[in-house]
């Protein structure tokens, strides 16, 4: 294979057919009837053990996803890696830790688990287009990290899928584990600039002073509605050549006033306000193939174009955090990936979820796998019936109720889903469910794809496509009771005290507010939008971004007298 030149630097897969030996400690040698029995392989010694080779890595043998029974050692090869660059990383900090006293703050550029669908290819170099940087990037080591006192913050650019005009640009991270574990997030700012070379690699590059200043408020506001630090990348070099935002003298106000914002927010309620939990599962990975046909739709593209644009705020959590109990109750989970759950997690998960009238969205295969693959898992975790599809293909729903609060007065053509080839294909079968839509996959089958299920405690949704867009997500949510803010579709962030919109066309558009507030304040523009209310109409220039303070009068007034305290 050819070097990969990604960002990440993702290892090859080894061409060789017996692989570099596999050392284990003596002690553990008395175990090899485990390890035969846990590979499924009566030959396996620990002197013969070795990495999987190129062919066992490209393949899976139960379609889009790994048979435990069948590929445990290659399950437990990519696990090893992550844990072994999640060990490696926490040996650094601890070492700086102990250099120091403990007095300097330690620190990696790791963790991204929302963005690595894409590889090589993405950044221009063509040798790995259908690979997923996931299993072989060794940054599913995370909670590894998390659970380490000696690690104090972790950074990442900001994601590349779609930084452009009426984009997001979030982190790499999820980042509420981070929080969770004290653990700060750094955002680092690498926007392209409309005055960078133009050869430069695009990455989303402006073109003219007003998207430019439109995209560093937008991802000001993120980073201030998620409590995170920030640092504008600066230097560079031939091949990537970024633009220092304080030498420049149309940024500088701008730059200014972003400190001033950030100070000012800091003061303010910083906790998350969301009412939706997004889960990622981090173990689920090792599951499932190396290539990107389903990473790519179920978390990539799910999140840049459709979770930032519910029009309410959502948290990113790891399922093990949640699973462990250290989440606080939502309104509505969208579980992304947890394809594989042991007794142990599935029975946690079950516990947690079926109480309190949450509502649960599943997505594609859930539950999927135990000890080996079955639908029968899926209903165990769901409570909903499934059949199956063995003839690889894409998934698309294809609404065919329209009287459902989800789905009343939408449009006849409203259908979502990937061309990516994916296998096992899902369907439902339960007869107790509220078909919304049908799932049209191979040999030409729709049947039910897209259902409800209500029971005494909880609300089981299920979507047997990804890549689910923002209104069907935006109904969802209401459904579910979650407040919606804003209906039109704007990337959106807030918090208790701020609000931000980031729109392409701009228009007319009413904010709904959770509870009233004494005023709301546009912080960019300097002015007072309305007073004393819970609801507001403004009017969004195209190709803006606004961010406003919403919250009390006394704290507004600090933040203005200090102001022109230093203006003096």
């Not at 190129?54 to 069948?70: G, I, S, Y």
């Not at 173990?283 to 174009?305: A, G, V």
């Not at 059949?387 to 006849?412: A, C, K, M, V, Y």
Request: charged residues 20%.
């Amino acid at each position: 294979m050819t070097k990969s030149t990604s960002p990440l630097n993702i290892p090859p897969v080894p061409q060789h057919v017996t692989g570099p030996r596999i050392m284990i400690r003596p002690s553990a040698r008395r175990d090899m009837a485990y390890l035969q029995k846990w590979w499924n392989d009566p030959d396996i010694t620990f002197d013969t053990a070795v990495v999987p080779s190129a062919a066992e890595q490209d393949v899976t043998k139960h379609f889009t996803f790994r048979d435990p029974t069948k590929e445990q050692n290659i399950i437990d090869y990519y696990r090893c890696l992550a844990e072994l660059c999640g060990d490696l990383i926490v040996d650094f900090a601890k070492t700086v830790k102990e250099a120091t006293h403990r007095k300097a703050l330690v620190g990696a550029f790791y963790g991204y688990l929302m963005e690595l669908a894409w590889n090589s290819d993405f950044f221009g170099d063509g040798t790995e287009a259908t690979y997923s940087g996931y299993q072989r990037s060794g940054h599913l080591g995370l909670a590894k990290v998390l659970a380490s006192p000696d690690v104090d913050f972790l950074v990442s650019p900001l994601s590349y899928g779609f930084r452009g005009i009426g984009g997001d640009g979030p982190s790499m991270l999820p980042t509420e584990s981070l929080r969770l574990h004290n653990k700060l997030y750094i955002y680092e700012e690498d926007s392209r600039m409309h005055i960078s070379r133009h050869d430069h690699p695009n990455y989303g590059k402006t073109d003219t002073l007003e998207e430019n200043i439109a995209i560093l408020k937008r991802n000001l506001a993120y980073v201030v509605t998620h409590g995170h630090g920030i640092w504008w990348l600066a230097g560079g070099s031939q091949t990537m050549p970024h633009i220092e935002l304080s030498q420049q003298p149309a940024f500088q106000p701008l730059i200014k006033k972003f400190v001033e914002i950030g100070n000012f927010a800091i003061e303010t309620e910083m906790h998350p306000s969301a009412e939706i939990a997004v889960i990622l599962d981090d173990d689920s990975f090792y599951y499932e193939t190396i290539h990107n046909d389903l990473d790519f739709p179920l978390i990539f593209q799910q999140r840049l174009w459709g979770l930032s644009k519910i029009g309410a705020p959502y948290d990113l959590y790891l399922l093990n955090d949640l699973l462990e109990g250290k989440v606080r109750p939502y309104q509505l989970y969208i579980f992304l990936n947890p394809f594989f759950l042991d007794d142990r997690r599935r029975e946690a998960l079950k516990s947690m979820i079926r109480s309190e009238h949450k509502t649960a969205l599943w997505i594609y295969a859930p539950g999927y796998i135990n000890q080996t693959p079955a639908i029968e898992n899926m209903t165990d975790l769901t409570g909903i019936s499934f059949g199956r599809g063995d003839f690889p293909w894409g998934q698309r729903i294809n609404i065919i109720n329209f009287s459902h609060p989800i789905t009343q007065g939408l449009r006849e053509d409203t259908s979502w889903g990937t061309d990516m080839r994916l296998g096992p294909l899902f369907h439902v079968t339960d007869p107790g469910c509220t078909v919304l839509g049908n799932v049209v996959y191979s040999q030409g089958r729709c049947v039910p794809g897209f259902v409800v299920r209500k029971f005494t405690d909880w609300v089981s949704i299920y979507s047997a496509a990804p890549n689910i867009p923002p209104l069907i997500l935006q109904r969802i949510a209401k459904f579910a009771g979650v407040h919606i803010y804003n209906e039109a579709g704007d990337t959106f962030y807030a918090t208790p005290n701020f609000l931000s919109l980031h729109t392409a066309g701009g228009g007319e558009r009413l904010i709904r507010l959770p509870k009233a507030v004494e005023v709301v304040y546009d912080l960019f523009d300097e002015r007072v939008i309305a007073n004393n209310t819970k609801e507001f109409l403004i009017n969004l220039e195209p190709i803006s971004t606004v961010l406003y303070y919403t919250g009390s009068i006394k704290l507004l007034e600090k933040y203005i007298n200090k102001k022109l305290s230093v203006m003096d």
